[in-house]
């Protein structure tokens, strides 16, 4: 699975997520690569401070033809995981193109959900070439006990791109453990935090998977026809 963490807006939480996704299937015993699509190298910045032992690779691509080099790349992992950019359209479009499954991260506000425009902009304009391709919001520092969370996932209905059930909240965990290179999967595997985290990364698999024997299926389909 090549999965995609895209939004143009800055800080909705692209890189958290992207890095504890990939620290969640590598603790799961699948082998990632985690791609740094972001000119700001932020998730080669956090790989660069851990101390601990790796837990999956990172390599910094941010690059407009990055769809053509990660192929090359995916043949080695289960997994590839990519941090998406703030602003850059050309870099949003060739991890579009380099993807099977998009996430986007919107935080509980209007103003992020009138943002997101822009990467379904993006996502529509690829939707040509990437016929089977999955998009999924995912909701990011959602505040506990407000209905905020529920208003966000209405208005983003307006889209028509699915909201992940799983969500994610605001919790200083994240900061303090990408401070380290670390992850909340790590510094507190039983903590809420992870248990959150985990639960995002159960439902991504399924999708994926879901959609992998939807394929075959269409596949074995066109083969018995
Ligand atoms: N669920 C969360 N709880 C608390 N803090 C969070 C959460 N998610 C992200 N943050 C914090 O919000 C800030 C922005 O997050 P992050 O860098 O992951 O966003 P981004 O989308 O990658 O930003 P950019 O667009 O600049 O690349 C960081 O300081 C991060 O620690
Ligand atoms: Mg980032």
């Known amino acids: ?21 990939a620290a969640a299937l590598a603790l799961k ?14 998730a080669l910045d956090w790989a660069a401070t851990r101390q601990a032992d790796p837990l999956f ?25 990519i941090d998406g950019p703030p602003r850059v359209n050309e870099l949003a479009r060739a991890a579009i193109l380099a993807s099977d499954m998009i996430l986007i991260p919107v935080q509980p506000s209007p103003y992020d959900v009138w943002a997101a425009k822009d990467i379904v902009d993006l996502l529509r304009e690829a939707a040509v070439f990437k016929e089977n391709q999955i998009c999924r919001f995912v909701i ?30 605001q919790r200083v965990a994240f900061a303090e453990s990408a401070g380290e290179g670390g992850t909340v999967v790590e510094t507190d595997p039983a903590g809420q935090a992870a248990d959150e985290i985990n639960e995002l990364v159960d439902e991504i698999l399924s ?15 066109r083969q018995t026809v």
């Open 1 to 21: 699975m090549i999965l995609a963490l895209l939004n143009q807006k800055g800080g909705v939480g692209k890189t958290t997520l992207a890095v504890h996704i």
């Open 29 to 42: 015993g699948r082998s990632v690569l985690l791609v740094d699509a972001d000119p700001q190298g932020s």
């Open 57 to 81: 690779s990172v390599v910094g691509l941010p690059k407009n033809n990055l769809h053509k080099e990660i192929p090359a790349h995916a043949a080695k992992y289960e997994h590839v995981i």
């Open 140 to 169: 990011n520092r959602k505040i506990v006990n407000t209905a905020i969370g529920r208003d966000v996932v209405d208005a983003l209905g307006s889209y028509n791109i699915p909201v992940l059930s799983s969500s994610i909240a």
């Open 207 to 221: 999708i994926a998977t879901h959609e992998d024997s939807h394929e075959q299926k269409s596949e074995l389909r």
